[in-house]
């Protein structure tokens, strides 16, 4: 199934710099062709951007990841 991105209605700060990182990885990802779950979890663990604890980034790290930080979890 491909990722669906829901966009942030309102926001009560300014993105931090993780989240800033993380979106722009994400779109170098994406205009890279890559749109599968395991593609971009792969993707991203080629890069040099890690979850909060340092480790890989695993299919349900990246989909917890992006629900916390669209206010889902």
Do not use: C, I, K
């Not at 800033?20 to 779950?37: M, P, T």
């Amino acid at each position: 199934m491909p990722l669906q991105l829901r966009p942030v209605q309102s926001r009560t700060a300014p993105p931090t710099s993780y989240e800033n990182a993380l979106s722009d990885e994400l779109e170098a990802v994406y205009g890279r062709g890559v749109h599968d779950l395991p593609g971009v979890v792969s993707a991203l663990n080629a890069g040099g951007l890690r979850p909060a604890d340092g480790s890989d980034w695993t299919e349900e790290t990246f989909t917890a990841e992006l629900a916390r930080l669209a206010g889902e979890a």
